[in-house]
C-alpha cells in the first residue's frame, strides 16, 4: 500500500486538468480534516485561520492554472 504522500506526488505528476483537480480535491478534504481537528482541541485555533486561508489561496491558483491551461 502506498503512503498518502506518495499518492500526492502521484498527482503532481498526472496529466495537467485531471491532476489540478486532483490536487484542489486533496487540499480540501486536508482542509475538512483539519478544521475537525481544530474544533476538537487537537489543533490550535489559529492554524485553522491560516489553513483556511492558505487553502483558500491554493484552490484559486489551481482554478487560474486550470482556465490557462
Known sequence: MRSA???RWGMAFAPTPIGLVRLAAGFLLFLVYDLRCVRL???PEW???LRLWL???VGLCLVAA???T
Open 5 to 7: 504522500s506518495s499518492r
Open 41 to 43: 482541541g487537537d489543533l
Open 47 to 49: 492554524y485553522g485561520r
Open 55 to 57: 487553502t483558500l489561496t
Open 66 to 68: 486550470e482556465f490557462m
